[in-house]
Nanobody, 121 residues
Framework: QVQLVESGGGLVQPGGSLRLSCAAS????????MAWYRQTPGKQRELVAD???????NLAESVKGRFTISRDNAKKLVYLQMNSLKPEDTAVYFC???????????????WGRGTQVTVSS
């Protein structure tokens, strides 16, 4: 069984910083792309940043210059460093990963349960 567990969310003032972490654990053969999404009530989940296993990074336009995604492949971790936070960044942030549980097996998409980020004075 595979689990993705996020941590690092919380309440921060505008202009502040937070670092989110996501750890993948369980029966994992390999990990492909890892990503961060966010969602606010009544809106669709949106992609914030993603990282392929080969190191290609992608950031949403709304967070470029403020957020950075990085990963530790050996530890199956992905991070989201969020700087210069704005009230509109308030959302539940979800970790997402492509995972193979066995050699030659199907690619599976897994999600974490989410961590709340609130940007408010």
């Amino acid at each position: 069984q595979v689990q993705l567990v996020e941590s690092g969310g919380g309440l921060v003032q505008p202009g502040g910083s937070l670092r989110l972490s996501c750890a993948a654990s369980g029966s994992i053969f390999s990990v492909g792309a890892m990503a961060w999404y966010r969602q606010t009530p009544g809106k669709q989940r949106e992609l914030v940043a993603d990282s392929t296993s080969g190191g290609r990074l992608n950031l949403a336009e709304s967070v470029k210059g403020r957020f950075t995604i990085s990963r530790d492949n050996a530890k199956k971790l992905v991070y989201l460093q969020m700087n210069s936070l704005k009230p509109e960044d308030t959302a539940v942030y979800f970790c997402n990963a492509e995972i193979w549980t066995r050699y030659g097996g199907p690619r599976e998409t897994h999600w974490g349960r989410g961590t709340q980020v609130t940007v408010s004075s």
